[in-house]
Nanobody
């Protein structure tokens, strides 16, 4: 089994910054793509940013230039640096990872439990 544990959410004023972390643990052989999604009340979950094992990145248009995704492969951890936060960034943020597990070797997609980010005026 694999667990994704997020941290770093909280309450911040508009224009402020937060850094989210997501650490994967368990029977991990390798991790391919990792990403962050978010879901605001009454809205569908949407991709915020993703990063491949080779550190190629992809961002939602709404966060380009403000958010930066990165990863530490040695720590099986992905980060999301969020700057210039806006009210509309308020949501539950979820970590996602494509993990190849050991014994037997097989790929699965995992989600974290989510962390709340609230941006106030």
């Amino acid at each position: 089994q694999v667990q994704l544990v997020e941290s770093g959410g909280g309450l911040v004023q508009a224009g402020g910054s937060l850094r989210l972390s997501c650490a994967a643990s368990g029977s991990i052989f390798s991790i391919n793509a990792m990403g962050w999604y978010r879901q605001a009340p009454g809205k569908q979950r949407e991709l915020v940013a993703a990063i491949t094992s080779g550190r190629r990145t992809n961002y939602a248009d709404s966060v380009k230039g403000r958010f930066t995704i990165s990863r530490d492969n040695a720590k099986n951890t992905v980060y999301l640096q969020m700057n210039s936060l806006k009210l509309e960034d308020t949501a539950v943020y979820y970590c996602n990872a494509d993990v190849v597990v050991t014994t037997p070797v097989h790929g699965y997609n995992y989600w974290g439990q989510g962390t709340q980010v609230t941006v106030s005026s």
